[in-house]
């Protein structure tokens, strides 16, 4: 995900909204939770509401809806002086004053964010063209502008479905969430396994035995718990980009829940909405599944003690790995697994093991320590341990793979997660991660009491000649996509985001046009290049596409190798290159880029039951649409990296997380495609970024 500009929050003292005058007598409470009206004569709301205080998001606007935090005291105005020195603050998350439950708060927050545009029909069109020209030929692109024509003539097919789409985002919350939801996620048939969930790899912890396992992992989940309170309590903090305020919905989705597959489509279930939350997580150890209640009877999160003594039984009742891995069922392709979970649910213990699990805050994976291998190669192997589980001989068998959180802690050490990824994008994933690692690291304040706990429940399987079969062709299948992942973790430590920023220049913008560079010097052309960007402005917003293949772009990467340009031309080019990206992520967050419209265009006409226009029938959007370099940048406070397989079978996934002073860097690709090669495109990564320092630090700074 681009990098947001940096958050902003301004406070404003509370002051009651105005009322307006209600039929009989009453009066509406404009925008308040009692829903609306209140008896003739009685208090207004806002008199129960004292004490509280919003998050100003609208410069001034009272009738704008805010975010409540319950305060002891309320500020006293400012003078002018206080008003600049606010300005002058640093940007930064607004921590919440209060510890209790503040209910409702979510609810008004999500309500209060603007909903996802559509944008302007013949602005995407114009855009589409020129995304278009560093990726195709001449003659492909003066034929589709033949077919753009067509599609944008007053009162045509374009125009029919533009108001059809305008119509849907006057009736929905977001007229784009389900349609993604559903096609990039539900519908996708490929295992989840390398092709859709994200793996993240943690730094390495110093413990190498059992004990320091399992005190980590107890630690790990108290932190989870400590997180869930928050998320429980509505006090998470509310997230800002550009001073805008972000939709807080992600973090509500990913604990307690799970896919299920379907023969067609998937689904997801979530456990956290009901009345009877759920009180255990799924512990994994030897292939073997435990049911962990987390909770004391008076509803206190077990304390780190506590979770030490029940992993401890958990362990000492699994010495034995089990010899039907259950677990590896989850990484099948989804039609095959949604036929072996039909067969495995039809026993009535199956069913009930299967729910406990799905039903579980999330899972932890007790692995077994990693093969040995080189200092060099590690993280690659941490890595790919996150992503698949390093095949039937190793760990895989050791997850659920439709859990929608796996946290993954082995023995020697290593740990991360993998997630699936239907509920979430990256950020709110890493923003619990940071959370957790900071937990971590707390001291043990207060020694918990021991009270006897009961015995964590061990989850049977009645494994049927069929069930057995099934696990078999899973084995096989999932051990192909292991051998075919190629996977490179490479941390860059020659400079990190500081350098950039030093040249004025988005250390996110700078990381794409590397990329870039590195591509063109491997492969002599640009390719579509998907990176991914943030559209939680919006409310239920998800993602788009910030294209970081461009005309800009292009010119940069033919010319830093040309003995013909001067280093300054060269310098001229990067910087213009980085500020074309700079402005296109700008627009795709403001829901203005071209990929999410252009689909559901697409999807118009297939609802409407018209045929598919030939403009989406066109080899150029074969061509924009399949991406050699599917990229995202997710930032974290952790030393840590997230990783993903590529999505087309001659690409490359690469994730970074640039730190002040060096770049994690995960690239993936695939085996079986000769042209492709993770270690080499780290190579090469690693030569333009040195490039183009060099380039910069040799040329003085002109103004554009």
Request: aromatic content about 8%; proline content about 7%; hydrophobic content about 35%.
């Amino acid at each position: 995900m681009a990098e947001p500009a940096s958050p902003r929050s301004k406070m404003a003292v509370w002051r009651p909204r105005p009322l307006s005058a209600e039929p009989g007598g009453g009066a509406r409470c404009r925008r308040c939770p009692c829903g609306g009206r209140r008896r003739p004569g009685a208090e207004p709301c806002w008199a129960a509401w004292r004490g509280r205080r919003p998050l100003s998001g609208g410069r001034g606007n009272q009738d704008r809806p805010r975010e409540s935090f319950t305060i002891i005291s309320v500020l006293p105005a400012m003078d002018s002086k206080q008003k600049q020195a606010e300005k002058a603050r640093p940007y930064g998350l607004l921590k919440p004053a209060a510890l209790g439950k503040i209910p409702g708060r979510f609810l008004l927050h999500q309500e209060a964010l603007p909903h996802l545009p559509v944008p302007p029909l013949q602005q995407t069109l114009d855009r589409y063209l020129l995304t278009l020209q560093p990726i195709i030929s001449e003659e492909e692109l003066n034929h589709t502008q033949e077919l753009v024509a067509e599609f944008r003539k007053p009162g045509g097919v374009g125009e029919r479905l533009q108001k059809g789409l305008e119509r849907r985002a006057r009736k929905t919350e977001n007229w784009l969430s389900d349609w993604w939801l559903k096609t990039a996620y539900l519908e996708y048939r490929l295992p989840v396994v390398v092709h859709s969930s994200p793996g993240v790899v943690l730094p390495k912890q110093d413990f190498q035995d059992r004990q320091g396992q399992l005190r980590f992992a107890a630690k790990l989940i108290e932190g989870i718990l400590d997180f869930k309170t928050m998320i429980d309590n509505e006090t998470l903090p509310v997230e800002y980009m550009g001073g805008k305020p972000l939709c807080m919905n992600q973090y509500y989705q990913i604990l307690s829940s799970c896919r299920i597959p379907g023969p067609k489509r998937d689904s997801i279930v979530n456990y956290a909405k009901g009345k009877k939350q759920s009180r255990h997580i799924t512990v994994v150890h030897n292939f073997q599944f435990f049911e962990l209640d987390v909770y004391n009877s008076d509803g206190s999160p077990l304390t780190t003690d506590q979770i030490f003594i029940q992993l401890e039984k958990i362990w000492n009742t699994s010495l034995q790995t089990n010899k039907e891995p259950i677990g590896i069922l989850t990484t099948n392709h989804r039609n095959s697994w949604a036929k072996a979970y039909n067969n495995l649910l039809k026993d009535k213990t199956n069913k009930e093991s299967v729910r406990t699990i799905e039903k579980s805050i999330c899972t932890v994976c007790l692995d077994a320590p990693m093969p040995r291998v080189s200092e060099d190669i590690y993280k690659s192997r941490v890595a790919a341990q996150m992503l698949h589980g390093g095949g039937s001989r190793w760990n895989s068998g050791n997850r659920w793979f439709d859990k929608t959180l796996q946290f993954i802690i082995a023995e020697d050490g290593s740990c991360g997660l993998v997630y699936e990824h239907a509920p979430s994008e990256g950020p709110p994933i890493v923003a619990l991660l940071d959370h957790i690692v900071e937990y971590t690291k707390k001291p043990e304040l207060v020694r918990s009491p021991m009270i006897p706990l009961p015995m964590p429940k061990k989850l049977r399987f009645n494994i049927t000649p069929e069930i057995k079969n099934d696990i078999e062709k899973a084995k096989q299948n999932l051990n192909i996509m292991v051998e075919d992942l190629d996977i490179k973790v490479m941390v860059f430590h020659q400079f990190g985001k500081a350098f950039p920023k030093s040249e004025k220049i988005s250390p996110d913008a700078f990381i794409q046009l590397a990329l870039q560079l590195a591509y063109y010097r491997m492969y002599g052309h640009a390719c579509p290049t998907y990176e991914s960007a943030s559209l939680r402005m919006f409310r239920l917003g998800r993602t788009d596409t910030i294209r970081s293949a461009s005309i800009e772009s292009l010119k940069f990467v033919q010319s830093m190798d040309s003995p013909d340009k001067s280093d300054q031309v060269k310098t001229d080019l990067l910087r213009r290159a980085t500020q074309a990206h700079r402005e296109y992520t700008d627009m795709a967050i403001r829901g203005n880029a071209i990929d999410r419209h252009l689909l559901g265009l697409k999807l118009q006409a297939i609802e409407d039951l018209v045929s598919i226009p030939e403009l989406f029938m066109d080899t150029a959007y074969a061509v924009a649409m399949h991406f050699n370099l599917s990229t995202s940048q997710v930032p974290a406070k952790t030393d840590c990296v997230m990783c993903f397989g590529p999505v087309v079978p001659d690409g490359y996934g690469i994730c970074y997380n640039p730190m002040d002073e060096h770049i994690n860097f995960a690239i993936s690709a695939f085996n079986s495609c000769a042209d492709t090669n993770a270690a080499r495109m780290a190579h090469y990564l690693e030569k333009a970024l040195l490039d183009m320092r060099s380039l910069l630090q040799s040329t003085p700074k002109s103004k554009l």
